[in-house]
């Protein structure tokens, strides 16, 4: 089970890499960012459309937790995304707003668990229908997919000559 410090050095760590490979995206042209490079989402713009898809709809969960998280009301006035490839944007700028926005709700978030709240349950059913439960482990692996899909655009934009830097959480840890 994660600590409460774990979730917050995670969100801090999530939204400093979040700045800094929009920021690397951002050097390269439109058609670069769009061009379809064999990830499993096509291309650097469809692979960061797919994280903002799927952080999405884990803050609209988590919004379901008992504690009812106030840092969580302004994700349910966003749409929820009608799959894990929706285009939130095909412009980076827009979409690198959009991001910031949920970069600072995960924040919030995790200034606001509480130790105990790690372990209540979130119950929810997945798109196979499985149900699932456990906060802590599901804010892990919340945070494991976003680190997952970074991972494939650093290397999606070192392909394309852009260096990200370091990406490692090393780098965070005090």
């Known amino acids: 089970m994660p600590t409460r410090e774990d979730i917050v050095l995670l969100a801090s760590y999530n939204a400093s890499m979040n700045q800094q490979v929009y920021s690397a995206a951002a050097t390269l042209p439109k058609e670069a960012l769009a061009a379809d490079r064999g990830a499993f989402f096509g291309s650097i713009l469809g692979t960061l459309n797919h994280i903002v898809a799927g952080d999405t709809i ?3 969960r988590f919004a379901a937790h008992p504690s009812g998280f106030a840092s969580l009301a302004a994700v349910l006035d966003m749409p929820a995304p009608a799959s894990l490839a929706h285009i939130h944007s095909e412009d980076l700028a827009s979409l690198t707003a959009h991001r910031a926005r949920l970069d600072a709700i995960i924040t919030a978030l995790a200034a606001e668990i509480s130790e105990s ?3 209540l349950q979130v119950c929810y059913r997945n798109a196979r229908g499985d149900r699932r439960t456990y906060f802590g482990p599901l804010l892990l692996h919340f945070f ?9 655009v650093s290397t999606l934009l070192s392909q394309a000559g852009v260096d990200v830097g370091v990406t490692d959480l090393l780098a965070w840890i005090p």
Request: net charge positive; hydrophobic share 20%.
């Open 58 to 60: 884990w803050l609209r």
């Open 117 to 119: 709240d790690l372990g």
């Open 144 to 152: 494991n997919h976003q680190t997952h899909h970074r991972g494939q």
